[in-house]
């Protein structure tokens, strides 16, 4: 089994350019999850998603923060425009649940996370 | 937002020695999750505990579910060079959709 595969690994962007990162959840997971580590906040569920439906994004930090998950096997998660602040470890992660139970009872798997650097 | 405090933030051991840390939250958790990331990944999900008073093992690693449930516990014996990490707490809120991960015990082994 692959994992949870996230691009890039690394990314430096100058502030004020458009950032997208990907997840490929494993396979036949339902659940998909972003969240954002730093050293000052560190790892913050930012949105999730139940059979590709977003059910709660309240840990998104603003309107320039987006995520889609257009089919089972692939989501986004993007900035625009990025800034500075912006700058941390972005993880994705799976599980195989649905509802309040994919929080509860269902293991997340995580990626190895995409470095971000905003200039 | 709902906060996780884990003590010690950092620890320095012997190898072989035996490891304790805490999580604490201000209001009762359902679920309480282990989690260990080391450097350049994501985190692992070492042990989940469901109920109150529950005590589970896996392999070197005891954690308990505090019978507050505002509390758990993570025991690590006979400590070895690979258990050096960022050791995490983690649980669903009580209420609506969020998840929450403590503020982690960093672990070191001196051989």
């Known amino acids: 089994d692959a994992g949870v595969i996230q691009s890039p690994r690394h990314e430096v962007t100058e502030m004020g350019q458009e950032v997208t990162l990907r997840c490929k959840p494993i396979?036949?997971?339902?659940?998909l999850f972003w969240y954002r580590q730093t050293m000052m906040r560190g790892l913050e569920l930012l949105i999730y998603f139940n059979n590709n439906v977003p059910i709660d994004d309240s840990g998104m930090p603003e309107d320039r923060f987006s995520a889609k998950m257009p089919n089972a096997s692939f989501s986004t998660l993007k900035i625009q425009p990025s800034e500075p602040r912006d700058s941390a470890v972005y993880f994705c992660a799976s599980s195989a649940g649905t509802g309040s139970a994919s929080l509860a009872k269902n293991i997340q798997y995580f990626g190895a996370g995409t470095r971000l650097s905003v200039l | 937002g709902q906060q996780l405090n884990q003590s010690p933030q950092s620890m320095f051991i012997q190898e072989g020695e035996d490891v304790s840390m805490n999580c604490t939250s201000s209001s009762i958790f359902n679920t309480w999750l282990w989690y260990k990331q080391d450097p350049g990944e994501g985190p692992v999900l070492l042990i989940a505990l469901y109920k109150a008073g529950e005590l589970t093992s896996n392999g070197r690693l005891t954690a308990q579910f505090g019978i507050t449930r505002k509390d758990s516990f993570l025991n690590i014996s006979a400590s070895i060079p690979s258990d050096v990490g960022i050791y995490f707490c983690?649980?669903?809120?009580?209420?609506?959709?969020?998840?929450?991960f403590g503020t982690g015990t960093s672990l070191t082994v001196i051989p």
């Open positions: 983690a649980g669903p809120a009580n209420t609506g959709n969020q998840f929450y």
């Open positions: 396979s036949g997971h339902n659940s």
